[in-house]
């Protein structure tokens, strides 16, 4: 399978995910939201080709938790989305902090393999962390409050314009925060800016293809 349909699939899978566990209350969609945090973590680091371009994979999670926070505003109000910024920030460290002791112990021979891979991974974990953190607690706010805003200008309406309109706005500060964090000295500059716009431009396309999933939903249905 290529790249292209790869993105496509995560983005279909993550996005249905999303809009089922919303039927069974808040809390399971601040779990799916510390579940995509926690994928930005651990695989944001690796970078792809995706339409001839170089980015980094864990965008397509980051336009799933803009959903679900969205999703979250629209069924439960600002208030409850403001929640799972902490909620997610707290995970997150606690997660990297244990997987930390974990490489701090010694792996048997038998399973060096795993033992290598596992400290590979999680050796260049914590720098992506602390720019999934520190990008996730601004763009999150900025995503959540102007989505509650164009809410109550609107009256509730023009759904798409809130969604694609936030998006477009929010995921631009966490691409800005994110990529500089990540990868800042870690690749050639160029090669820096070319992730960072390309990764700005999936996710809000990203972003657009939730759009759908809002109308698809039966219960609790956005006004539109």
């Known amino acids: 399978m290529t790249n292209e349909l790869i993105f496509f699939m995560i983005a279909l899978i993550d996005f249905t995910f999303i809009q089922v566990v919303f039927r069974f209350g808040k809390p399971y969609v601040f779990a799916v939201i510390i579940l995509n945090i926690l994928l930005i973590s651990v695989f944001g680091a690796k970078l792809i080709e995706i339409f001839g371009f170089t980015t980094n994979i864990g965008n397509v999670f980051y336009a799933a938790v803009f959903f679900a926070a969205q999703l979250l505003v629209e069924g439960y109000g600002k208030k409850e ?102 990868f800042f000295g870690v690749i050639p500059f160029p090669t820096l800016v070319q992730v960072m716009l390309i990764g700005y431009g999936l996710k809000v396309f990203a972003g657009a293809l939730s759009t759908p999933f809002f109308y698809l939903l039966d219960s609790k249905k956005p006004s539109v």
């Open 81 to 182: 989305a403001y929640n799972t910024i902490w909620l997610g920030v707290v995970s997150v460290v606690f997660f990297i902090l244990m997987a930390q002791f974990v490489i701090f112990t010694i792996g048997i021979p038998e399973t060096r393999v795993v033992n290598s891979a596992i400290d590979d991974l999680f050796q260049a974990a914590p720098r992506v962390a602390i720019a999934s953190i520190f990008a996730y607690i601004i763009s999150q706010a900025v995503n959540i409050s102007l989505f509650s805003y164009l809410k109550a200008k609107t009256g509730g309406k023009y759904l798409y314009i809130r969604v694609n309109l936030t998006n477009i706005v929010g995921q631009a500060i966490d691409s800005l925060i994110f990529f500089s964090i990540a």
